[in-house]
């Protein structure tokens, strides 16, 4: 008889670096900056226009 002997193997975790925008950046209007599962980290006095869009599956960093 043949025994059926399952293995799983687990990947090594990579951590991402995600996106990092420093401080003083003007972010224009009608931007999209997506992280799909790292973090996205804006530094201080940073201008965001109408209508973007910050989205991340990994959460976000504010510095206020």
């Given amino acids: 008889m043949w025994q059926l002997m399952m293995v799983y193997y ?21 931007c999209v900056i997506q992280g799909k599962t790292a973090t996205v980290s804006i530094g201080k006095n940073t201008d965001i226009g ?6 991340s599956g990994g959460g976000s960093d504010w510095k206020f």
Wanted: with cysteine; glycine share 4%; proline share 7%.
């Fill in 10 to 30: 687990s990947m090594p975790v990579v951590p991402e670096k995600g996106i990092t925008i420093e401080d003083d950046v003007i972010i224009s209007r009608n």
């Fill in 50 to 55: 109408c209508n973007t869009i910050l989205s």
